[in-house]
């Protein structure tokens, strides 16, 4: 009940802040963007007129992506069944009828279909609307765990009912964490791939909306996955950084592919070391995923003993990221591996002599899989350029983000090394930044 009460103050809070006279609101994207944003929702009700400046706008694809998708843990299910009241168990036990249904139905692991199946919208939208009553009557009635079914099971009935070709609906099949091994249970996903159509009544609700980004870049890209308008006007600002400043450098007798990973490691390895013992200095490597990542710092370990190294760990917490960090602001010399897109990928200030390079050994391409391959499909459906908008463009965003740590002022200097053959086909050299000089 706690939550529930933690959200009333949450309101009370905004509403007397507005009622103060607040001219400007500073929040994350989700206070405006959300399914159920609370700020858009008192814009609409009280009909005022505002202006939405939204920073780090190439953030905003996947943001709302999962702002507007929404998944159901059969687990979930079976455990809101044996706590929830009375009233509630004979529509929990027709959604789990046709849940079942579905998952018996099912030959693969991971299917995609049409649409929702009409039965279990209906059996979730029977199951949602005695949920209500029951609250209305006995607000206190229900234990957290299935009240936290039972809203996620909202926000997955709101998101079916307007299901459509931006997103997909898929099951997947899976391990039961709450019971033996042997026993399974089907996950339902609204999937959202493309949140333009959600994100356009956002801008027609505002007076204007400004975006800002280093790295919105192909515009066209944005345009469709976000649902600018066609009238949308871009201003490409020149940065106050000088060609002179940075050089880049291609790597193109390596591939980062995953079948080339093995034969990788050492070229990597030994560019770094060459790069560190001709400038030393502060340096960050980025890899595509924890174990490419700890291959190399233990190949630079075991080949390269002088040259001080550091690396990311899965769930490090602030304390940790902050002691990650530390180490060039205190050592000045070294090298910190880090994961391409990650928490180190971008938003990290490390001035002048704090870093002065980066190797960035991946393309930042998303694994290939089968989610990802649906929405690939997907996008080629509705753009014609399914592996571009899955796979190339995000991909060198990262790439873009995590290079643009080592540039931070006017006067810095650093070199950027681009490990993978990959970087010298036309179509990847067009999507780095113009003022790049690429030796």
Same mark, same amino acid.
């Given at each position: 009940?706690?939550?529930?009460?933690?959200?009333?103050?949450?309101?009370?809070?905004?509403?007397?802040?507005?009622?103060?006279?607040?001219?400007?609101?500073?929040?994350?994207?989700?206070?405006?963007?959300?399914?159920?944003?609370?700020?858009?929702?008192?814009?609409?009700?009280?009909?005022?007129?505002?202006?939405?400046?939204?920073?780090?706008?190439?953030?905003?694809?996947?943001?709302?992506?999962?702002?507007?998708?929404?998944?159901?843990?059969?687990?979930?299910?079976?455990?809101?069944?044996?706590?929830?009241?009375?009233?509630?168990?004979?529509?929990?036990?027709?959604?789990?009828?046709?849940?079942?249904?579905?998952?018996?139905?099912?030959?693969?692991?991971?299917?995609?279909?049409?649409?929702?199946?009409?039965?279990?919208?209906?059996?979730?939208?029977?199951?949602?609307?005695?949920?209500?009553?029951?609250?209305?009557?006995?607000?206190?009635?229900?234990?957290?765990?299935?009240?936290?079914?039972?809203?996620?099971?909202?926000?997955?009935?709101?998101?079916?009912?307007?299901?459509?070709?931006?997103?997909?609906?898929?099951?997947?099949?899976?391990?039961?964490?709450?019971?033996?091994?042997?026993?399974?249970?089907?996950?339902?996903?609204?999937?959202?791939?493309?949140?333009?159509?959600?994100?356009?009544?956002?801008?027609?609700?505002?007076?204007?909306?400004?975006?800002?980004?280093?790295?919105?870049?192909?515009?066209?890209?944005?345009?469709?996955?976000?649902?600018?308008?066609?009238?949308?006007?871009?201003?490409?600002?020149?940065?106050?950084?000088?060609?002179?400043?940075?050089?880049?450098?291609?790597?193109?007798?390596?591939?980062?592919?995953?079948?080339?990973?093995?034969?990788?490691?050492?070229?990597?390895?030994?560019?770094?070391? =060459?790069?560190?013992? @001709?400038?030393? +200095?502060?340096?960050?490597?980025?890899?595509?995923?924890?174990?490419? &990542? $700890?291959? /190399? #710092?233990?190949?630079?370990?075991?080949?390269?003993?002088?040259?001080?190294?550091?690396?990311?760990?899965?769930?490090?917490?602030?304390?940790?990221?902050?002691?990650?960090?530390?180490?060039?602001?205190?050592?000045?010399?070294?090298?910190?591996?880090?994961?391409?897109?990650?928490?180190?990928?971008?938003?990290?200030?490390?001035?002048?002599?704090?870093?002065?390079?980066?190797?960035?050994?991946?393309?930042?391409?998303?694994?290939?899989?089968?989610?990802?391959?649906?929405?690939? =499909?997907?996008?080629? @459906?509705?753009? +014609?350029?399914?592996?571009?908008?899955?796979?190339?463009?995000?991909? &060198? $965003?990262? /790439? #873009?983000?995590?290079?643009?740590?080592?540039?931070?002022?006017?006067?810095?200097?650093?070199?950027?090394?681009?490990?993978?053959?990959?970087?010298?086909?036309?179509?990847?050299?067009?999507?780095?930044?113009?003022?790049?000089?690429?030796?």
């Amino acid at each position: 009940m706690k939550s529930r009460s933690r959200t009333r103050s949450v309101r009370t809070i905004w509403r007397r802040n507005w009622r103060a006279g607040a001219d400007v609101v500073v929040g994350d994207y989700n206070y405006y963007y959300d399914s159920s944003a609370m700020l858009y929702a008192l814009t609409q009700i009280n009909q005022w007129r505002v202006g939405v400046l939204v920073d780090e706008a190439h953030n905003l694809l996947d943001r709302a992506r999962r702002m507007y998708s929404a998944s159901l843990d059969q687990a979930a299910l079976r455990l809101a069944r044996k706590t929830a009241p009375a009233t509630l168990r004979k529509p929990l036990e027709r959604l789990q009828r046709e849940w079942s249904a579905l998952k018996r139905a099912q030959t693969e692991t991971y299917q995609v279909y049409d649409d929702v199946p009409s039965k279990l919208l209906f059996a979730a939208q029977k199951l949602i609307g005695e949920v209500t009553d029951q609250l209305a009557d006995a607000p206190l009635s229900i234990d957290e765990a299935s009240l936290r079914f039972f809203f996620d099971a909202m926000h997955f009935v709101a998101l079916a009912e307007q299901f459509g070709e931006h997103s997909i609906f898929d099951i997947t099949i899976s391990a039961d964490r709450f019971a033996p091994r042997d026993k399974t249970a089907a996950t339902l996903c609204v999937r959202n791939v493309i949140p333009a159509p959600f994100l356009a009544q956002r801008y027609a609700a505002a007076r204007t909306t400004v975006m800002f980004s280093g790295t919105l870049n192909p515009y066209h890209f944005y345009r469709d996955t976000l649902g600018l308008p066609e009238s949308t006007s871009w201003l490409d600002v020149e940065g106050p950084f000088r060609a002179e400043q940075l050089q880049v450098r291609v790597a193109g007798n390596v591939s980062t592919r995953w079948r080339d990973r093995e034969r990788s490691l050492m070229p990597i390895v030994d560019l770094i070391a =060459r790069q560190y013992a @001709a400038q030393p +200095g502060n340096y960050l490597g980025f890899l595509s995923s924890f174990d490419y &990542l $700890q291959r /190399v #710092v233990e190949l630079m370990r075991e080949r390269h003993p002088d040259v001080p190294v550091w690396a990311q760990e899965p769930g490090m917490d602030e304390a940790a990221r902050d002691a990650f960090l530390a180490r060039f602001r205190t050592h000045r010399q070294g090298v910190g591996f880090a994961v391409l897109g990650g928490a180190f990928s971008e938003g990290v200030d490390l001035v002048g002599q704090q870093l002065i390079g980066a190797f960035i050994a991946t393309l930042g391409l998303p694994q290939i899989n089968d989610v990802n391959e649906q929405m690939r =499909r997907t996008m080629d @459906a509705k753009f +014609g350029s399914g592996y571009d908008y899955m796979y190339l463009y995000p991909g &060198l $965003q990262k /790439v #873009v983000q995590a290079a643009g740590r080592v540039i931070r002022t006017e006067q810095d200097q650093g070199v950027v090394h681009l490990i993978d053959d990959r970087y010298r086909r036309a179509e990847v050299r067009r999507l780095l930044p113009r003022w790049w000089q690429v030796d």
